[in-house]
């Protein structure tokens, strides 16, 4: 604890943590839960105008600690309601979280780190490499940031998705840390059920996430149909091959009515044949699964395409068909390089200067 720190950040602490900061400045534990609901519950933003706790400790908080959320540094929002945000960390480092509105809920997409080490050849947030793993207080700030900069009130319907920046399951400890905090009914009080985890495919850290009570959805970025294909879009698929994956999700444990969910992106000419929507019904054949078919989101630094409306239909029809659960993923936010893959701290082109700072 560095309770010495001028502005030392609050959020990211865990319960257990404000209790020994409570007792460090000499409190009865009790005040660090106080402080906890405060934090998380409440979302309170002012040390201050804590007034449940006794105004000697409030004092001593407010000398050492503040609460801090990144900062709302840039906004774009989409033609169909979608917003990306850009946030600035306390460091500089700057990372983005896309807001969805839907007609029941609204979901959050999250980012796990910022740029991202796996290299997967169709993502453009592989193109800017690893800059480090984000800590929990910085994975609640986005919630809590993005909450504030958009009225959400605390309890109201929120879905969240780790399919952001970076690879949730490279920086587990942290998601973890973050999500307990999410889904503590005297933190954010998400449920479990409308979190999601998306990877592409670290078997350790599923296997690790598979053996904790605490875990949310989980989501597997598939995208090929054999090994060969997959190594070549995910290098990652050298060191944990399709075998290998498709058996720690066969291991994964499944809650009542969930199925694992398999992530697909559709490249023309690439993984969208025939062919390949028959092998892959074939690689799930046998699981309690589901799969969403993705269309491409390009970009000009990569030379993918997108599959034509058709070829994904067909895709979709060929799995149905083989009694694979199919569902085409609309992308939101295309227009403002917001969409699946799309995060790579771009700044604004043509047409988004007019929805900055609205
Ligand atoms: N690292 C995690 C989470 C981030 S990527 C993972 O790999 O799952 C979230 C999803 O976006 C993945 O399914 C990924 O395959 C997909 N994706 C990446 N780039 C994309 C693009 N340009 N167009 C559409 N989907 C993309």
Same mark, same amino acid.
């Given at each position: 604890m560095?309770?010495?720190?001028?502005?030392?950040?609050?959020?990211?602490? =865990? !319960?257990?943590?404000?209790?020994? *900061?409570?007792?460090?400045?000499?409190k009865p534990a009790y005040r660090g839960r106080q402080l906890y609901r405060a934090l998380y519950h409440r979302r309170e933003r002012d040390v201050a105008a804590l007034t449940d706790l006794d105004r000697n400790f409030r004092q001593a908080l407010a000398a050492h600690y503040e609460i801090t959320y990144p900062d709302v540094q840039g906004k774009f929002i989409s033609k169909d309601g979608s917003a990306r945000y850009l946030l600035r960390l306390q460091d500089n480092t700057t990372i983005e979280t896309v807001y969805m509105p839907e007609e029941e809920r609204i979901t959050l997409c999250l980012s796990s780190q910022a740029g991202c080490a796996v290299a997967c050849r169709f993502c453009f947030t592989a193109l800017l490499g690893l800059q480090r793993n984000l800590s929990a207080g910085e994975i609640l700030g986005q919630v809590l940031a993005v909450a504030k900069a958009r009225e959400i009130a605390p309890r109201s319907r929120l879905n969240l998705v780790f399919m952001g920046m970076g690879e949730p399951l490279l920086n587990l400890t942290q998601v973890m840390k973050a999500v307990r905090i999410l889904t503590d009914p005297q933190g954010l009080g998400i449920p479990l059920r409308r979190i999601t985890i998306s990877t592409a495919g670290i078997v350790p850290g599923m296997r690790e996430l598979a053996r904790d009570p605490g875990r949310p959805?989980?989501?597997?970025?598939?995208?090929?149909?054999? $090994?060969?294909? @997959?190594?070549?879009?995910?290098?990652?698929? !050298?060191?944990?091959?399709?075998?290998? *994956?498709?058996?720690?999700? @066969?291991?994964?444990?499944l809650r009542p009515r969930e199925r694992h969910t398999f992530e697909y992106? *559709?490249?023309?000419?690439?993984? =969208?044949t025939d062919a390949d929507a028959v092998r892959v019904a074939e690689l799930l054949r046998g699981m309690r699964a589901k799969v969403n078919l993705i269309p491409y989101n390009p970009g000009s630094e990569l030379h993918y395409r997108p599959s034509p409306l058709e070829r994904v239909l067909a895709f979709q029809q060929l799995l149905r068909e083989r009694d694979i659960p199919a569902y085409i993923r609309i992308s939101r936010?295309?227009?403002?390089?917001?969409?699946?893959?799309?995060? @790579?701290? $771009?700044?604004?082109?043509?047409? =988004?200067?007019?929805?900055?700072g609205g």
């Open positions: 560095n309770a010495g720190i001028s502005g030392h950040n609050l959020v990211g602490l =865990d !319960r257990q943590e404000l209790e020994r *900061l409570a007792q460090s400045l000499g959805k989980l989501a597997i970025s598939l995208n090929a149909s054999n $090994e060969e294909q @997959r190594t070549e879009l995910m290098p990652i698929n !050298r060191k944990y091959p399709l075998r290998e *994956l498709l058996g720690a999700c @066969r291991d994964y444990p992106v *559709l490249l023309s000419g690439f993984n =969208d936010g295309q227009d403002i390089g917001a969409a699946c893959g799309q995060l @790579r701290l $771009e700044g604004m082109r043509t047409g =988004d200067l007019a929805s900055q």
